[in-house]
């Protein structure tokens, strides 16, 4: 479940906020163990020597909703003068970053935001953002400088251009001139600072060491200017090479435009014969599809002719079949009659055979 703020976070966190049925159904709640760094604020300068359960005792008893309190350390597990709280209540957060500072067994600390370092998940397959190396679903690697997509890096090494390329956005990337921006943009900065240290110099070594840093900084900045003049000679150069190419090209097409006007010129009074030709060929056929056209329409009119004959011959056949049809009819029916009084005939024969009072009447 997400919420679009601290206020409604806090709200579901709270275990009483819950009831035990939801829509008359029992539910289970699991919850993260730690709270999201905005509910988390940093106290400075505590001793590493105090311990974190009297510390958080003791602010327990000003702040109830206090969770939990550990000390912040280095990659070294040193331990630092660095310790966050957790907090549920957001007023209570917005009150200590407003105070600023916070009072601990007569010790005044001051109190800041805590901000999250940021986790990005970047591929070492195909420098993507969001995955690692072992949920990529990219089939090629990428090489580091030039961002080819390549199946094998050992091979790929041998035939580099070492052209550095970005593998995201495939853009070529110019580090020399990314350098000099950042040294342009601080050097004058770092220049002053040196220069302005001088009159609170405690040695002679020392004014000695910013002397040779800035002489080194300097021949650093000289030595970017020449590789500046050298890449601006070069694409003066390549400009020039351009232009020159150019040129050529151009006379090279005038010459060419020139051989195809005096080709189109004798080709154009061969089209005009070809055209005459063309005309009359066309007139020809023209003559031929209309003769054609006619000697369809006529076998047209004689299929029609015929179909409308053999129509005419197949009602008259149809008529004639009725009609034979007909008298077979009437024979049958003649038959049936004649079979039907020989049959009573019969039957009367026989009822006299069997009843001999009626043979003598």
Known sequence: MFVENRESFSFFFN??????????????????????????????????????????????????????????????????????????CVKTIDELLSKKFIYIDNARLPVTEYLASTEVLICSKCFQIGHFRSTCKSLLEYCKLCGIGIDDVKQHKDVCNSKQCCVICSVQLNIIKIIQQIIDSTITIFLILNGNRGDYLRSHESAISTDAANSQWREKHKELEQLKEKEKEEEED??????????????????????????????????DDDEEEEEEEREEEEKEKEEEEEEEEEEEEEDEDEEEDEDEDEEEEEEEEEKEEGEEEEDEKEEEEEEEEEQQQKRKIRSTTKNPKRRRD
Request: with cysteine; glycine share 2%; hydrophobic share 25%.
């Open 238 to 271: 390549e400009k020039e090479e351009d232009e020159d190419d150019d040129d050529e090209e151009e006379e090279n097409e005038e010459d060419d435009d020139e051989e195809e006007e005096e080709d189109d010129d004798e080709e154009g009074e061969d089209d």
């Open 15 to 88: 275990d009483h906020k819950w009831s035990q049925v939801i829509n008359s159904l029992e539910y289970e709640k699991i919850r993260s163990n730690h709270l999201p760094s905005q509910f988390s604020v940093i106290i400075c300068n505590v001793p590493t020597g105090n311990d974190i359960n009297l510390l958080l005792d003791d602010i327990i008893n000003d702040y109830a909703n206090m969770i939990n309190v550990f000390r912040l350390s280095t990659k070294n597990q040193l331990l630092t003068t660095i310790v966050r709280l957790n907090l549920t």
